[in-house]
């Protein structure tokens, strides 16, 4: 989901057909607060492998309203490779892929994360849980070569993964996910590129100490300025419990972790384990990260802003006393203006909630307007949320018309009030 002013945004889904194992990628636009039908992405039989399976769209970034660009990848009967399809003044081009580093037959790369700066200049990562790290670039229209991020094999040799992808302005991006060491534990690694060349990668300063349980990655990154980032994340202690980190970049160097200011006192922090998962910078210095815990009277959300380069104090966010409930999505177009939201347990069902941050005070979490008679079937999922304006907002997500089956829905914020979830307009 991608909202690049109140009422225009793009949102990106796949459709499983009839036939075992072949599914279908659709795209589909909001234009001056109207959903259009859905329109399936052109071109993938005429690509290399030609797609005989399918494909899968994971990612959209729109730089202004009708001009975006999705990354997936397509699938042959062998593995997956990458997918990208570009939207350019509203209209939805052909499928294309992008030739790899090294290409190695036995490894199937895909593109995970996009994001665009301007019309025809977007930055895209990928890899497959197997290869180190790539990332690929649009120039005036053109994607280049994708290329390995410099320095991750000096890492890791057994692989990486991103999670996480910011630019402050074409050729000034960021990236951030986890390797695997030559020990076998998951280290969180950042990488940064400044002016079109991309620097090494390396190891977030202080993880490897810290990660006494072998596992940690980078989960968030943003960046308000060239060269100035925050990457936010996790790692386990020798009792594997999980702990969020902190760690920005000033002129292109990256701090030492540090932990998350007043989690720790938060009431019932000690009965769950807290992640940090997002963030979001106005300005270098000037940042909010949202994450969840569990405690003993339920799941809770909190976030911690930083102004004027100080961080301040984790607040709770509280999402209900329900048997289980987790944030999976959230959005910000000012500090202290962001909307939230993810699923809940209800009695035999889980459901969708929404919440939203205005001026700085969190509002109650409630359910979807609509998306229990839709979710007919039992389940539901809330996975991204875009924010256009301050109470303009579009969550998407699946919900289940009956036992074993999943449809996507929409839902739109106006003027800070959300309406019904609706199904996509034109799917079977």
Known sequence: MSCPSAGNCAAVGELFTNSPGINKVFVVN???????????????????????????????????????AAVGSYFDHVGSHPLIVNETNGTWGIAKTVALPKPDPFVYPGLDLVTCQATGDCTATGDNGQILPFVVSEHHGSWGKAEQVPGIASLGTRGGGVDALACASAGNCAVGGLYDDSQGNKQAFVAAEANGTWGRAREVPGIATANKGGEAATESVSCPAPRKCLAVGFYLDSGGNIHPFISSQENGIWHHIQPVPGLASLPGTNAGEPELQWDWCASPGNCTAVGDYVASDGMHGFDVTEKGGTWGEARKIRLGARTRIKIMAVSCVSIGNCSAGGWFTGVRSQEVFVITETNGVWGAAHEVPGSVALNRGGFANLYSISCGAPGQCTAGGVYSPKSRSEEPFLVTEKDGVWGNAMRVKGLP
Request: charged letters at 15%; glycine letters at 18%; aromatic letters at 2%.
């Open 30 to 68: 909001e234009t001056q607060g109207v959903w259009g039908r859905e329109q399936q992405v052109k071109g993938l039989a005429a690509l290399p492998k030609g797609g005989a399976t399918g494909a899968s769209l994971t990612s959209v970034s729109c730089s202004s309203p009708g001009n975006c």
